[in-house]
């Protein structure tokens, strides 16, 4: 597809030599700095906005010349666009901010363009949801209610604990979003998920379930292994438990923290200053493709559930991509409801880089300790600001205005970067993101001021 769409570009580049006019699109077309690029991306649903702008054309548009190659994990992914191999990536929303304050790795990843909201669920293992089902109220209908809080688990856990056994929890990377939504659903709980420490990246100091990365395409199979009794991953890997009959999801990040920001496209500070119209041109894409992904009322939907079932892209069968993708969401097996925005790639200024999406996951670094010790709120603003780039979005969506390609009321240009207040967790704490240590602060688990972790202890004001 490359060499065929280079090809294109010459025929155009005749054409436009030759004083032949092919549309004010491509007359006012950036003049890329680099049009041969290799973008990664994991396996996921959420890298649709990656795959369908591609499929679509919109990166040729733009006179991108893409290749797409699916990554073995998050580390591979993250340490190839530090390296140059990968221009960019589809990444967790905690990959950049992590590389750029230097935990895990240390490196200036910056994002101007968010990839999606939601789309996470927590699947626990038969044996584990029919020992959680006594603790859970039904509804008239015999159905469970939703959502499904951790007092429900932590029953189980203390039994675990009781005969000696540990609760084992997979998610997908140190920085994710499922971490930190798996530790804030289970601690909304009364269960700790564990701490970090400089000399311990375990995360698993003080904890009463045990948290380890597990590949996302290998969540099913490890948990019927037995080798995880639950895990916090993206789609399909929840429906698929379902369709295996081998695990029951009992809640999405959606009921965790309603419209959550999820992934991002990330790339280094160097490659954004080194070529400035490429990453535009990059974002104008992105942007079309999310707006497709969504446009009408999701009507698209359908045939991007055939493109990513592609071996290409994410490789599942289109039944169980399309469980997620098309509004709705399986529980139980046959307990299938209405989510509408259990995937949201456009609506709702999802693709909108907010300072305050970031200063979220920053804080949530801090509660468990990788961050080590206190930072002023200052710090939470400046290091969004650093990784988090709204400008670069901003001209991309003017000139997808300008083009005819996008409507202005579908933008945010009034915004500082910080959405308002917002309660719409689990638990009810409101989250503000130009407060964050009063925010961490009215936390029940966690870190908070200047504690810290020395050994296995909390110790600090």
């Not at 009781?162 to 930190?180: E, I, R």
């Not at 290998?218 to 890997?237: F, K, N, R």
């Not at 309603?258 to 400035?276: A, D, I, M, R, S």
Request: proline share 6%; glycine share 10%; charged share 25%.
């Amino acid at each position: 597809m490359g060499r065929r769409l280079k090809c294109c570009s010459l025929l155009m580049a005749g054409l436009f030599a030759g004083g032949i006019v092919v549309g004010s699109a491509h007359a006012e077309m950036l003049d890329v700095e680099k049009d041969e690029l290799k973008l990664g991306f994991i396996k996921l649903t959420d890298m649709a906005p990656l795959a369908i702008a591609y499929e679509k054309g919109y990166f040729e548009d733009e006179g991108l010349f893409v290749t797409l190659e699916p990554q073995a994990n998050w580390k591979v992914l993250l340490d190839r666009v530090i390296t140059g191999e990968l221009d960019g990536a589809h990444m967790l929303a905690g990959q950049p901010l992590a590389a750029s304050i230097g935990f895990g790795t240390k490196a200036h990843i910056v994002t101007p363009f968010s990839m999606d909201l939601n789309g996470n669920g927590i699947t626990v293992s038969n044996a584990v949801w029919e020992m959680m089902k006594p603790n859970i109220p039904l509804n008239a209908d015999g159905r469970p209610q939703h959502p499904i809080k951790a007092d429900t688990l932590k029953p189980v856990i203390d039994k675990y604990r009781a005969q000696g056994k540990p609760f084992n929890l997979g998610m997908v990377f140190p920085v994710s979003t499922h971490n930190y939504e798996l530790r804030y659903w289970l601690a909304s709980g009364g269960i700790n998920p564990g701490y970090y420490s400089p000399g311990d990246v375990s995360g698993q100091i003080k904890a009463d379930a045990l948290l380890s990365v597990t590949p996302p395409p290998q969540m099913p199979s490890t948990l019927e292994a037995g080798t995880i009794d639950g895990y916090c991953v993206g789609e399909p890997w929840n429906q698929a438990a379902v369709f295996k009959g081998i695990g029951v999801p009992v809640i999405t990040d959606y009921e965790i923290w309603k419209n959550n920001p999820e992934k991002v496209f990330g790339l280094t500070k160097e490659f954004t200053e080194k070529y400035p119209n490429t990453t535009v041109a990059l974002t104008k894409a992105l942007i079309r493709a999310a707006m497709w992904l969504d446009e009408n009322n999701n009507a698209n939907r359908p045939e991007a559930v055939e493109i990513l079932s592609r071996s290409d892209y994410v490789g599942a069968d289109a039944e169980v991509i399309a469980n997620s993708m098309t509004g709705t969401f399986e529980y139980e097996k046959g307990d299938r409801r209405e989510v509408p925005d259990f995937n949201v790639f456009f609506r709702h200024f999802a693709t909108y880089p907010y300072y305050s999406d970031a200063i979220w996951y920053l804080t949530q670094m801090r509660r468990w300790g990788q961050i080590p010790s206190g930072k002023d709120d200052a710090w939470y603003a400046e290091t969004a600001r650093s990784v988090y780039l709204p400008d670069i979005y901003l001209k991309a969506a003017k000139m997808l205005v300008e083009e005819g390609k996008a409507r202005k009321e579908e933008f945010p240009w009034q915004t500082d970067g910080y959405k308002p207040a917002t309660s719409d967790f689990i638990d009810g704490v409101t989250y503000d993101g130009r407060h964050p240590n009063a925010y961490i602060g009215s936390l029940k688990i966690g870190l908070k001021d200047d504690q810290r972790i020395e050994g296995a202890d909390v110790v600090g004001g």
